[in-house]
């Protein structure tokens, strides 16, 4: 059984830096094509980030170099570090995991999914 348990959200005002993580099990991450999206009210859910099994890191067009992803292999766990926050960054954030290795944005194509951690950007 996959489970994918994100953490890190929270309240930050604007210029801020947070660290998202999300702990793995029942998937290795590093042989996963995982991902990182995120949704406000109101909106779809939007592509943020992913990293392949080659450690390859790819982002959404906003993201604009302010997000980092990363995982570490022995801890199973993905990262999201965000750094000079705006406020419509504000959302729900979720891990997610493909059931294939190839890169998607979309998230119809992902099978695993964690409950999402809060995010709220105050200005």
């Known amino acids: 059984q996959v489970q994918l348990v994100e953490s890190g959200g929270g309240l930050m005002q604007a210029g801020g830096s947070l660290r998202l993580s999300c702990a793995a099990s029942g998937r290795t991450v590093s042989t996963s094509f995982m991902g990182w999206f995120r949704q406000a009210p109101g909106k779809e859910r939007e592509f943020v980030a992913a990293i392949n099994t080659n450690g390859v890191t790819y982002y959404g067009s906003f993201v604009k170099g302010r997000f980092t992803g990363s995982r570490d292999n022995a801890k199973n766990t993905l990262y999201l570090q965000m750094n000079s926050l705006k406020p419509e960054d504000t959302a729900v954030y979720y891990c997610?995991?493909?059931?294939?290795?190839?890169?998607?944005?979309?998230?119809?194509?992902?099978?695993?999914w964690g409950q999402g951690t809060q995010v709220t950007v105050s200005s």
């Open positions: 997610a995991a493909r059931g294939r290795r190839d890169y998607s944005a979309l998230p119809s194509e992902y099978a695993y």
